[in-house]
């Protein structure tokens, strides 16, 4: 059962690099979510997408993009990364009013 | 005032203590409602749905109040493993029908 996959599980970038952090769910579910989470803070919501074609901005897009091309597929990308985006980044997808589920996270770091 | 708030904690209690943790919730039009629990910096899991009757699993009671727009947890007889951080879901409502917030989360420590 692989749920939700994310890819990589860990990554050190240099500031102005950029990178794509993969997710992919297996279980076609509509809606999936993007979060980071900071050491010792909560989760806040980056995007979401109730669909294929269908992106929504949350709570820090600020730096961020995303794509949902496919209903099983939803990649973040970096562009110019900044140190203030070091963090645990987890996507989730869920069926509509089901709980989320989350993938194992990826650890990155920007020096 | 935030989308999503919760007890700041942490809460410290003995094995075999209650424990109850509030979470308030500002859109009214909110439909959706979750308690995940998250271990040291690992994938938040689902603890439990929570409902309009409330509902229950084994040492589990998750409680809503609409009018208030407050949802609580309760644990009892606290064990070691219930160690870890509780996190108070909520979905958007309205037209935010998919956006889940997610609060700060409270974090609890069970003593031996």
């Known amino acids: 059962n692989a749920g939700v996959t994310q890819t990589p599980k860990f990554r050190i970038l240099k500031i102005g690099q950029s990178m794509t952090l993969q997710c992919a769910q297996d279980?076609?579910?509509?809606?999936m979510y993007w979060y980071r989470q900071d050491p010792g803070m909560g989760l806040k919501l980056i995007y979401y997408?109730?669909?294929?074609?269908?992106?929504d901005k949350g709570e820090v897009p600020n730096g961020y993009n995303v794509s949902r091309s496919t209903t099983e597929d939803f990649p973040l990308r970096l562009e110019l990364a900044a140190p203030s985006q070091t963090s645990v980044y987890f996507c989730?997808?869920?069926?509509?009013?089901?709980?989320?589920?989350f993938g194992d996270g990826t650890r990155l770091s920007i020096l | 005032r935030k989308e999503v708030e919760q007890d700041p904690g942490p809460f410290n209690v003995p094995e075999g203590a209650t424990v109850a943790f509030n979470c308030t919730y500002s859109?009214?039009?909110?439909?959706?409602f979750f308690w995940y629990r998250q271990d040291c910096r690992k994938e938040p899991k689902l603890l439990m749905s929570?409902?309009?009757s409330g509902n229950e699993d084994g040492r589990f009671t998750a409680q809503l109040n609409r009018a208030s727009q407050y949802i609580s947890l309760l644990i009892r007889d606290s064990k070691l493993s219930d160690s870890a951080t509780y996190l108070c879901?909520?979905?958007?409502?309205?037209?935010?029908?998919?956006?889940?917030?997610f609060g700060q989360g409270t974090e609890l420590s069970v003593k031996p």
């Open positions: 997408s109730v669909g294929a074609g269908i992106t």
């Open positions: 879901v909520v979905n958007g409502g309205d037209n935010q029908g998919g956006k889940l917030i």
């Open positions: 279980m076609n579910h509509n809606y």
């Open positions: 989730a997808s869920r069926s509509g009013g089901q709980p989320q589920h």
């Open positions: 859109n009214s039009a909110s439909q959706s």
């Open positions: 929570v409902y309009s």
